[in-house]
């Protein structure tokens, strides 16, 4: 299992810059800490919950209006917005498209002059869906194509959606490589939970592994399994580190900290 503690979204890593001190409150109610620019109401399913709004650079983060720092939901940018906090303009959640959910519309009035609006409008099975159409301004245009899709590469599996097959994925020998074959294998992805707070997107999820009885060929003695995976930004190309890596930093055992250059944007993935 990997845990990550990601920054702005890329298949399965997404990936954001850290939204910094923001959590930090003064006393006991986090609402006179000074990071609150904005409050409204959002409402869905006829019921409607009070909430005060904060901005980082990758996201907005709608909390309970509460002396507690309860997050309620959030919006992802399409990519980095450098000055967020300071062009932040206004947000609304009224209902643009008629079905009597709240929708988001984010405003930013940048010091050149531009104006950028961001819009999300809600589905109940997906949550907030950025709307490239609604939008104007920074809408993630073509630069935003992943590495992997530029380079001629295709997605054959999506998470949550069930075990994938990988045509000859699984290798079989004895000693140095005697009697080399290989086999069918099935990988399987599942999000056991994603939660976004403080412009941060924390992410935990299962890998999982089958090897058909059938791929195996077989052997005259004892054999031993080992399976192996590695984690990789599809939005920059970049190779994570592998999960048969072990290794201590100054966050932990077997925890790796990775900075990704894009776009001329850095952003940082934390995962153990």
């Known amino acids: ?12 890593l997404c990936l954001s810059a850290c939204g910094g001190s923001d959590d930090d409150t003064a006393g006991d109610d986090w609402r006179t800490s000074g990071i609150v620019v904005a409050n409204g109401t959002i409402t869905h399913d006829g019921e409607s919950v009070d909430v005060l709004v904060t901005v980082s650079d990758t996201s ?15 919006v992802l940018f399409p990519e980095s917005i450098l000055d967020a906090k300071q ?3 206004s947000i609304s959640f009224d209902d643009i498209d008629g079905d009597g ?25 997906e949550r907030y869906m950025f709307s490239k159409e609604l939008s104007t301004g920074l809408t993630g245009g073509d630069d935003t194509e992943p590495y992997f899709a530029a380079n001629g590469l295709l997605t054959n599996g999506e998470v949550g959606k069930g ?9 079989f020998y004895a000693n140095l490589g005697e009697g080399y074959a290989t086999g069918d294998c099935y990988w399987e992805v599942s999000v056991e939970y994603d939660q ?15 090897i058909p009885a059938s791929s195996v060929p077989v052997f005259s003695k004892d054999f031993i399994t080992v399976t192996d995976s590695e984690l990789y930004d599809a939005y920059s190309g970049m190779w994570l580190t592998a ?3 072990y290794g201590s930093s100054d966050r932990g055992d077997n925890y790796y900290v990775r900075t990704v250059e894009r776009d001329g944007v850095s952003s940082t993935i934390e995962f153990a």
């Open 1 to 12: 299992m990997k845990k990550l503690f990601v920054l702005v979204i890329a298949l399965l």
């Open 60 to 74: 907005a983060a709608f909390y309970r209006d509460t002396a507690e720092q309860v997050l309620f939901d959030s």
């Open 87 to 89: 062009a932040f303009e």
């Open 101 to 125: 959910e709240s929708d988001v519309v984010v405003r930013f009035e940048h010091e050149i002059g531009d104006t950028t609006e961001l819009v999300w409008i809600w589905d109940p099975a």
């Open 163 to 171: 075990r994938v097959k990988l045509k000859d994925g699984a290798g």
């Open 196 to 210: 976004t707070h403080d412009g941060i997107r924390e992410m935990q999820f299962d890998a999982k592994c089958y």
């Open 243 to 245: 999960a048969t890596a």
